[in-house]
């Protein structure tokens, strides 16, 4: 491949990752590889989600939207919760992924990590996939066991994505006490953490998964070093969200939004370069797509940020609403200084209580010391205190955000101003987390049933019979001729195969042109968050 043709484009999605490593100034980080990407690439240091938790968040980095414009905000939705039944998100009928937009234009798409995109994985997103996660109701047919780029044809560009998940929070709940490889003395332990051997021994050991997420870059790099396609890919390198830690991981502080990005793209990238505009990974869907030559739909809410592309964010947004068992609504935005924060549920305690988490060597700490009353300073505030109205950091002096300027008269414009900026994002994305969830559930699942997706129909367009009529079963028809999908529900996505001649399911985007000869055609159809049609098919025989 040429460097004329649209890049490659891969994605590196580490889990539950703040910004620990030695190219953003971690001295105590071993990261050699991912240190080695952000010299030959770009780095920004001011890269933020849009949800601190992976599903929303994952929806945002998907859609090119905000989880709140598209009711994918709620986490773990397909759990029951108290009276409520599990549910899929439905996003609005023109919502697509950006896989969807990529294979229209030639792409080929896998995803050989975490689908955990708050309803089933669509049939239609990708052409190779391997990821199953462990609530899913067992594999779907059409999945692989380990997706991967060398499936592509060599003639076709493609998007990859990957998901090491050994930096997941989870890979901090074994034996609190055993050793870690990393240093606990060498350790930066945040004031709202105490001070205590198994909460260093923790962060130690989150380090040691870091330096194992490593070595899984570094395979992936050399995998694409060895086909000769490193300098026709572009490498993103990220997480979903900051790391799995209480105070992080589900808050809007930044230990909980802000994430590394790293962006390598040989010939078009200087490296060693640093960008410090504020980037959203919500832009990460929209840039792909200028990368790829392909027109960015109008209703994302990202703007793309590379190369070229020179819009400047004001403000980065996110958003905390149900995770798992607890309900919340809260809103933060952000400049490259300040962080406004906007608690719905003032007077709740700060720590809501969640049986996940709650498994956390250092929430347990917490929770001990809440007990015995041994807490101090921030620490005993977040883990003891209830939530104000709105909170307010100096992230220059404040980096922790532990000390709240919302009351503060010498920052009142402050306040103001981006109290003015957050009425007006949840303005203009329409935030569907305002709304009570039961609300949502009724509209998007009406009477808390799944809505199902109507068969697609099979036309056939000849001289013979210009697409007037449904194919029932058999027909034959005179050459030229092709085939066209419908489905009447709004919104869904079209797949299909011709047997013998494709070996997975292809997207529908256009007329199927169709030469001599007898095609089976079979074909499914999917809307987001709806039960997937039945299959339907057809024998289409076209003589000369």
Same mark, same amino acid.
């Given at each position: 491949?040429?460097?004329?043709?649209?890049?490659?484009?891969?994605?590196?999605?580490?889990?539950?990752?703040?910004?620990?490593? @030695?190219?953003? $100034? #971690? &001295?105590?980080?071993?990261?050699? /590889?991912?240190?080695?990407?952000?010299?030959?690439?770009?780095? +920004? %240091?001011?890269?933020?989600?849009?949800?601190?938790?992976?599903?929303?968040?994952?929806?945002?980095?998907?859609?090119?939207?905000?989880?709140?414009?598209?009711?994918?905000?709620?986490?773990?939705?397909?759990?029951?919760?108290?009276?409520?039944?599990?549910?899929?998100?439905?996003?609005?009928?023109?919502?697509?992924?950006?896989?969807?937009?990529?294979?229209?234009?030639?792409?080929?798409?896998?995803?050989?990590?975490?689908?955990?995109?708050?309803?089933?994985?669509?049939?239609?997103?990708?052409?190779?996939?391997?990821?199953?996660?462990?609530?899913?109701?067992?594999?779907?047919?059409?999945?692989?066991?380990?997706?991967?780029?060398?499936?592509?044809?060599?003639?076709?560009?493609?998007?990859?994505?990957?998901?090491?998940?050994?930096?997941?929070?989870? @890979?901090?709940? $074994? #034996? &609190?006490?055993?050793?870690?490889? /990393?240093?606990?003395?060498?350790?930066?332990?945040?004031?709202? +953490? %105490?001070?205590?051997?198994?909460?260093?021994?923790?962060?130690?050991?989150?380090?040691?998964?870091?330096?194992?997420?490593?070595?899984?870059?570094?395979?992936?790099?050399?995998?694409?070093?060895?086909?000769?396609?490193?300098?026709?890919?572009?490498?993103?390198?990220?997480?979903?969200?900051?790391?799995?830690?209480?105070?992080?991981?589900?808050?809007?502080?930044?230990?909980?939004?802000?994430?590394?990005?790293?962006?390598?793209?040989?010939?078009?990238?200087?490296?060693?370069?640093?960008?410090?505009?504020?980037?959203?990974?919500?832009?990460?869907?929209?840039?792909?797509?200028?990368?790829?030559?392909?027109?960015?739909?109008?209703?994302?809410?990202?703007?793309?940020?590379?190369?070229?592309?020179?819009?400047?964010?004001?403000?980065?947004?996110?958003?905390?609403?149900?995770? #798992?068992?607890?309900?919340?609504?809260?809103?933060?935005?952000?400049?490259?200084?300040?962080?406004?924060?906007?608690?719905?549920?003032?007077?709740?305690?700060?720590?809501?209580?969640?049986?996940?988490?709650?498994?956390?060597?250092?929430?347990?700490?917490?929770?001990?010391?809440?007990?015995?009353?041994?807490?101090?300073?921030?620490?005993?505030?977040?883990?003891?205190?209830?939530?104000?109205?709105?909170?307010?950091?100096?992230?220059?002096?404040?980096?922790?955000?532990?000390?709240?300027?919302?009351?503060?008269?010498?920052?009142?414009?402050?306040?103001?101003?981006?109290?003015?900026?957050?009425?007006?994002?949840?303005?203009?994305?329409?935030?569907?987390?305002?709304?009570?969830?039961?609300?949502?559930?009724?509209?998007?699942?009406?009477?808390?049933?799944?809505?199902?997706?109507?068969?697609?129909?099979?036309?056939?367009?000849?001289?013979?019979?210009?697409?007037?009529?449904?194919?029932? #079963?058999?027909?034959?028809?005179?050459?030229?001729?092709?085939?066209?999908?419908?489905?009447?529900?709004?919104?869904?996505?079209?797949?299909?195969?011709?047997?013998?001649?494709?070996?997975?399911?292809?997207?529908?985007?256009?007329?199927?042109?169709?030469?001599?000869?007898?095609?089976?055609?079979?074909?499914?159809?999917?809307?987001?968050?709806?039960?997937?049609?039945?299959?339907?098919?057809?024998?289409?025989?076209?003589?000369?």
């Amino acid at each position: 491949m040429s460097k004329s043709d649209p890049p490659n484009v891969v994605w590196i999605v580490l889990e539950d990752t703040s910004p620990r490593f @030695g190219c953003y $100034g #971690d &001295p105590v980080a071993d990261t050699p /590889t991912i240190d080695g990407l952000a010299a030959a690439g770009r780095r +920004f %240091p001011n890269a933020f989600c849009a949800a601190p938790v992976c599903s929303p968040s994952r929806a945002a980095l998907h859609t090119g939207c905000y989880p709140t414009a598209i009711g994918a905000q709620h986490h773990r939705t397909s759990q029951p919760t108290g009276s409520r039944p599990g549910y899929e998100s439905t996003p609005p009928p023109y919502v697509r992924f950006l896989s969807e937009y990529l294979r229209s234009a030639g792409y080929v798409t896998v995803m050989a990590g975490s689908t955990d995109f708050c309803h089933a994985t669509p049939i239609s997103a990708f052409d190779i996939c391997s990821s199953a996660n462990s609530w899913d109701d067992g594999r779907p047919d059409w999945m692989v066991e380990d997706a991967h780029w060398r499936d592509a044809p060599e003639d076709r560009p493609f998007f990859a994505v990957f998901n090491p998940t050994m930096t997941h929070e989870s @890979g901090m709940f $074994g #034996d &609190p006490d055993e050793p870690p490889a /990393t240093d606990p003395d060498a350790v930066s332990v945040p004031p709202y +953490f %105490p001070d205590t051997p198994r909460v260093r021994n923790t962060i130690a050991r989150h380090y040691d998964n870091l330096a194992r997420a490593d070595e899984r870059v570094a395979e992936l790099l050399a995998e694409l070093d060895a086909a000769g396609l490193a300098e026709d890919t572009v490498i993103m390198l990220f997480s979903d969200h900051g790391e799995g830690m209480p105070r992080g991981k589900r808050w809007l502080y930044d230990s909980g939004t802000a994430v590394p990005m790293i962006v390598r793209w040989p010939g078009h990238i200087e490296a060693g370069t640093v960008d410090r505009r504020l980037v959203s990974l919500v832009d990460v869907a929209p840039t792909v797509l200028r990368l790829a030559g392909h027109a960015v739909p109008q209703h994302m809410d990202g703007q793309p940020f590379l190369p070229g592309d020179t819009p400047t964010r004001s403000y980065v947004f996110a958003a905390r609403d149900r995770h #798992d068992e607890f309900h919340d609504t809260s809103r933060a935005v952000r400049t490259r200084r300040f962080k406004y924060v906007r608690n719905y549920y003032a007077g709740r305690p700060y720590v809501l209580w969640n049986d996940y988490r709650n498994r956390h060597p250092i929430m347990a700490e917490l929770l001990a010391g809440r007990a015995s009353g041994t807490l101090e300073g921030p620490a005993a505030a977040w883990a003891a205190g209830q939530r104000p109205p709105e909170e307010l950091y100096d992230l220059a002096a404040d980096p922790h955000e532990v000390e709240n300027l919302a009351s503060d008269a010498g920052f009142a414009d402050v306040l103001d101003r981006l109290r003015t900026a957050l009425d007006s994002w949840i303005e203009q994305t329409g935030d569907r987390g305002l709304e009570a969830e039961e609300a949502m559930l009724a509209h998007q699942w009406p009477g808390g049933e799944q809505p199902r997706t109507d068969p697609p129909a099979i036309i056939s367009n000849s001289s013979a019979d210009r697409a007037t009529e449904p194919v029932a #079963d058999r027909v034959t028809i005179p050459s030229p001729a092709d085939v066209q999908l419908y489905c009447p529900t709004a919104g869904a996505q079209i797949v299909y195969r011709i047997v013998d001649e494709h070996d997975r399911w292809q997207l529908f985007d256009g007329p199927i042109s169709l030469g001599p000869g007898t095609h089976a055609i079979r074909t499914r159809a999917i809307r987001y968050g709806y039960t997937e049609s039945e299959e339907q098919s057809a024998t289409i025989e076209v003589v000369d």
